[in-house]
């Protein structure tokens, strides 16, 4: 009672102000979290996949036409985002990004350190792609294709469940392209001396399933610094290879005190999942006895 009297007695006698935020530091301190060169597409490539897009087109332009192709979604406690904040990695390479989808756009501006938006119809008639177009906030050198590709083949496998298809365009010239089959879950059964639960009981493994992936990558074989005048006028070598992995993934079901529940809240803004998965990846014998394209030497065991 003593703490609502001092408070009232200082609302009732004195004007009430604001609290300033700098916008532009808090998103920077953001950032600091994502120490990855390329995280913006995966973090882009993780919102096509909430929004269940299919494809997604990275174009890299050094003129004015620049755009990329990119579909956003909206991630609950059940999809991959886990704060929110993943559009923030934008602002890591853009100053000024307008998205663009279904006939209407969204303008993001700075006023100081304080970020604004604007959002109305753009005229434009595009039904099938939401458009990010990000103009670089300095010049940046096109990305080595072989280290791109393996980033871009990695996200495809690890972190997306509806995508199939990523290309990437150096002026309007296909530079990488990667694509993914699956066939369909196969359930197998979990053997009864397996323990099925974790040592707190915190999940309880259910159901496993496992997959047959395929994965395809065409790429060209562009030195790492190369003159983007010559993309059209230089013959450049062409590399096609595949690889099958297999995916297991274990369904869970989580169980958790309503403290330890409330605690996760406050953190990621987020409740906590009733059900959850976990994944591993792994290859037959086969695949380590063949010519496996460098693009693909992450996604293979040691």
Same mark, same amino acid.
């Given at each position: 009672?003593?703490?609502?009297?001092?408070?009232?007695?200082?609302?009732?006698?004195?004007?009430?102000?604001?609290?300033?935020?700098?916008?532009?530091?808090?998103?920077?301190?953001?950032?600091?979290?994502?120490?990855?060169?390329?995280?913006?597409?995966?973090?882009?490539?993780?919102?096509?996949?909430?929004?269940?897009?299919?494809?997604?087109?990275?174009?890299?332009?050094?003129?004015?036409?620049?755009? @990329?192709? /990119?579909?956003?979604?909206?991630?609950?406690?059940?999809?991959?985002?886990?704060?929110?904040?993943?559009?923030?990695?934008?602002?890591?390479?853009?100053?000024?990004?307008?998205?663009?989808?279904?006939?209407?756009?969204?303008?993001?501006?700075?006023?100081?350190?304080?970020?604004?938006?604007?959002?109305?119809?753009?005229?434009?008639?595009?039904?099938?792609?939401?458009?990010? !177009?990000?103009?670089?906030?300095?010049?940046?050198?096109?990305?080595?294709?072989?280290?791109?590709?393996? !980033?871009?083949?990695?996200?495809?496998?690890?972190?997306?469940?509806?995508?199939?298809?990523?290309?990437?365009? #150096?002026?309007?010239?296909?530079?990488?392209?990667?694509? @993914?089959?699956?066939?369909?879950?196969?359930?197998?059964?979990?053997?009864?001396? !397996?323990?099925?639960?974790?040592?707190?009981?915190?999940?309880?493994?259910?159901?496993?399933?496992?997959?047959?992936?395929?994965?395809?990558?065409?790429?060209? #074989?562009?030195?790492?610094?190369?003159?983007?005048?010559?993309?059209?006028?230089?013959?450049?070598?062409?590399?096609?290879?595949? /690889?099958?992995?297999?995916?297991?993934?274990?369904?869970?079901?989580?169980?958790?005190?309503?403290?330890?529940?409330?605690?996760?809240?406050?953190?990621?803004?987020?409740?906590?999942?009733?059900?959850?998965? /976990?994944?591993?990846?792994?290859?037959?014998?086969?695949?380590?006895?063949?010519?496996?394209?460098?693009? !693909?030497?992450?996604?293979?065991?040691?």
């Amino acid at each position: 009672m003593f703490l609502n009297n001092l408070r009232n007695n200082v609302r009732s006698n004195a004007n009430e102000e604001r609290v300033e935020i700098n916008q532009r530091l808090l998103i920077d301190k953001i950032l600091a979290r994502y120490p990855s060169e390329f995280v913006v597409y995966r973090e882009l490539m993780q919102n096509s996949d909430d929004a269940k897009s299919s494809s997604v087109q990275i174009k890299f332009e050094s003129s004015d036409a620049y755009d @990329k192709r /990119i579909a956003e979604g909206n991630p609950d406690e059940q999809k991959i985002g886990a704060f929110g904040v993943g559009f923030y990695s934008l602002f890591k390479i853009c100053e000024n990004p307008f998205v663009s989808s279904g006939g209407k756009g969204m303008d993001f501006s700075w006023h100081g350190n304080q970020l604004f938006t604007s959002f109305g119809p753009t005229g434009d008639d595009d039904k099938v792609w939401t458009t990010f !177009f990000m103009d670089m906030r300095k010049p940046i050198e096109f990305p080595y294709v072989e280290k791109f590709a393996q !980033f871009l083949a990695n996200s495809l496998v690890r972190f997306t469940e509806n995508l199939r298809e990523v290309s990437v365009h #150096f002026n309007n010239m296909l530079v990488i392209q990667l694509s @993914k089959k699956m066939q369909e879950l196969t359930a197998i059964k979990i053997a009864s001396e !397996f323990n099925k639960y974790s040592s707190q009981k915190m999940f309880h493994l259910t159901l496993v399933n496992v997959r047959n992936v395929q994965l395809y990558v065409k790429r060209l #074989f562009v030195p790492t610094n190369f003159n983007v005048r010559q993309l059209r006028s230089t013959s450049y070598q062409t590399e096609e290879k595949n /690889i099958f992995l297999r995916i297991a993934s274990g369904n869970l079901d989580v169980n958790i005190s309503n403290e330890f529940s409330a605690e996760m809240e406050e953190t990621v803004k987020k409740k906590p999942p009733s059900k959850t998965s /976990i994944q591993m990846i792994f290859t037959g014998f086969h695949e380590h006895n063949s010519d496996v394209s460098p693009v !693909f030497k992450d996604l293979l065991p040691l």
